[in-house]
């Protein structure tokens, strides 16, 4: 059976830090590109950052929305086959359901292709 499990978040004030991790059981993660989106109520699943799928190696290239450039830090470790997501300052905007990704092979993530999800985590920037 093939699982892609969060784990982590929860309520935080604004500023405050969370961080969010995913485990795949069932798949091999560094086969995939990761990474992590986020659905505001009313909005669509927007990607919050990619590590990249590079042929033969998928330590790849790392990618940031704009929004969350030198807040946020992904990473992998596929020794344990999890991504992870540090969030850091976070603000009111942050707010959202975050969602985990797994992209077979594929260079950058992309919603559409997302082949795993995870069941999305409630992430609440203010009180």
């Known amino acids: 059976q093939l699982h892609f499990v969060e784990s982590g978040g929860g309520l935080v004030q604004p500023g405050g830090s969370l961080r969010l991790t995913c485990t795949a059981s069932?798949?091999?993660?560094?086969?995939?590109?990761v990474g992590w989106f986020r659905q505001a109520p009313g909005k669509g699943r927007d990607e919050v950052s990619c590590?990249?799928?590079?042929?033969?190696?998928?330590?790849?290239?790392?990618d940031y929305a704009d929004s969350v450039k030198g807040r946020f830090t992904i990473s992998r470790d596929n020794t344990k086959n999890t991504v992870s997501l540090q969030m850091n300052s976070l603000k009111p905007e942050d707010t959202a359901i975050y969602y985990c990704?797994?992209?077979?092979?594929?260079?950058?993530?992309?919603?559409?292709?997302?082949?795993?999800w995870g069941q999305g985590i409630q992430i609440t920037g203010s009180t």
């Open positions: 069932g798949f091999t993660l560094d086969d995939y590109a």
């Open positions: 990704g797994a992209v077979w092979r594929e260079a950058t993530c992309v919603a559409t292709r997302v082949n795993y």
């Open positions: 590590i990249n799928y590079i042929h033969g190696n998928s330590d790849g290239k790392t």
